[in-house]
Nanobody
Framework: QVQLVESGGGLVQPGGSLRLSCVASRSIFSTHAMGWFRQAPGKQRELVAGLTTGGGTNYAEAVKGRFTISRDNAKNTLYLQMNSLELEDTAIYYC???????????????????WGQGTQVTVSS
C-alpha cells in the first residue's frame, strides 16, 4: 500500500501563485503515472495535469500555460506549480497514481490505484 499526502493549499488572491506538493510513502514514480485532479463544489472531479513514468506531461485546457506538474524522484514528491490563479481554480486538489498505465478518461476514479486526501485551494479577492 502507498500513502499520498498533499500539502500547499490555501487562500490566494486572483493572479497569485501556489505550489502543491504530494509526498509518496515509497518510490513509485518509475512504475506509476502520476496526476493532479481537482473537484469544485457541485462539479465532477477532473484531471488537471498528468505525468507519465517517462516524464511526458499533459494538461487540462483550462490550466495550460499556467500550471506545471513536476516531480523529485529523490524526495518521492510530486509538485503542481500554479500561477495566474483564477476564481475558477477554486477546488479540492488531489494527487493520484496509477500503476503501469496512464489514467483512464472515466471519472470519478480515472482508474487510479492510489489517491491522496486532498488539499483545498481557494482563489478569492
Amino acid at each position: 500500500q502507498v500513502q499520498l499526502v498533499e500539502s500547499g493549499g490555501g487562500l490566494v488572491q486572483p493572479g497569485g501563485s501556489l505550489r502543491l506538493s504530494c509526498v509518496a510513502s515509497r518510490s513509485i514514480f518509475s512504475t506509476h503515472a502520476m496526476g493532479w485532479f481537482r473537484q469544485a463544489p457541485g462539479k465532477q472531479r477532473e484531471l488537471v495535469a498528468g505525468l507519465t513514468t517517462g516524464g511526458g506531461t499533459n494538461y487540462a485546457e483550462a490550466v495550460k500555460g499556467r500550471f506545471t506538474i513536476s516531480r523529485d524522484n529523490a524526495k518521492n514528491t510530486l509538485y503542481l506549480q500554479m500561477n495566474s490563479l483564477e476564481l475558477e481554480d477554486t477546488a479540492i486538489y488531489y494527487c493520484a497514481g496509477r500503476a503501469l498505465r496512464a489514467f483512464s478518461d472515466n471519472p470519478p476514479d480515472f482508474g487510479a490505484t492510489y489517491w491522496g486526501q486532498g488539499t483545498q485551494v481557494t482563489v478569492s479577492s
